[in-house]
């Protein structure tokens, strides 16, 4: 099984409120990344975990929050989002380290569309 | 640094016909991965086809194969015998050994198969 699902598909919220993305995959990956992409642009790096911890965070402001509870779920918890938040939320998933288990692909969630009103 | 770059914003081809989207890399590290994925409309990426810069010979899934030149930096993914389910936008994408968790991605090439 080579799947990553992502809840919810769509989601709008104001700028005041609080939601949260869910990530979750079952295919034994100790790697996990949230990306944030933009319409006809390749995905940006927001957040990498490494067997639970937190190993890169790319500048991502504050308002975006990431938490791994256990290997197998990644949650992005957003607060006070801008409207230029909005985008498609991607999760995926690897093995961590090079040259480890299959060909050290990422797989990838189908995303979560965002709207920032 | 690792750069990915594709040169092709869009292609068209017509259906049963064979295409080539280009990539070509730039990184100083001697071991590397390079990767194509599919993403359609509905927003997922798909992971087609792997090439690993010892692999001795070029990758082949299915449809897809990548036409690795080493030393002109280049990663080409052609697809055969093009189906109208193959249009959506292709990245190609680079890891590297020192960085192993880290994708860099082209710019993308949207692909476009006409009836």
């Known amino acids: 099984d080579t799947e990553v699902t992502q809840t919810p598909k769509h989601l709008v919220m104001g700028m005041t409120n609080k939601k949260s993305l869910k990530c979750e995959q079952h295919?034994?990956?100790?790697?996990m990344y949230w990306y944030k992409q933009k319409a006809k642009k390749p995905p940006e790096l927001m957040f990498v975990?490494?067997?639970?911890?937190l190993s890169i965070n790319e500048s991502v402001p504050s308002r975006f929050s990431p938490e791994c509870p256990n290997s197998s779920l990644l949650n992005l918890h957003l607060h006070a989002l801008q409207p230029e938040d909005s985008a498609l939320y991607l999760c995926?998933?690897?093995?961590?380290?090079w040259g480890q288990g299959a060909l050290g692909e990422q797989y990838f969630g189908p995303g979560t569309r965002l709207t920032v009103t | 640094a690792q750069k990915i770059t594709q040169t092709q914003p869009g292609m068209f081809v017509q259906e049963k016909e064979a295409v080539t989207l280009d990539c070509t890399y730039d990184?100083?590290?001697?071991?590397?991965?390079l990767f194509w994925y599919k993403q359609p409309s509905s927003g997922e990426m798909i992971f087609l086809i792997y090439?690993?810069?010892?692999?001795?010979q070029n990758a082949t899934e299915g449809r897809y194969s990548l036409n690795f030149q080493k030393a002109r930096k280049s990663a080409n993914l052609v697809i055969s015998a093009s189906q109208l389910g193959d249009s959506a936008m292709y990245f190609c994408?680079?890891?590297?050994?020192?960085?192993?968790?880290?994708?860099?991605f082209g710019s993308g090439t949207q692909l476009t198969v006409l009836p």
């Open positions: 995926a998933s690897s093995q961590p380290s």
């Open positions: 990184t100083s590290d001697p071991s590397y991965g």
């Open positions: 090439q690993g810069s010892y692999d001795q």
């Open positions: 994408a680079m890891r590297v050994s020192g960085s192993a968790r880290q994708l860099t």
């Open positions: 295919m034994g990956h100790r790697a």
């Open positions: 975990y490494s067997y639970e911890k």
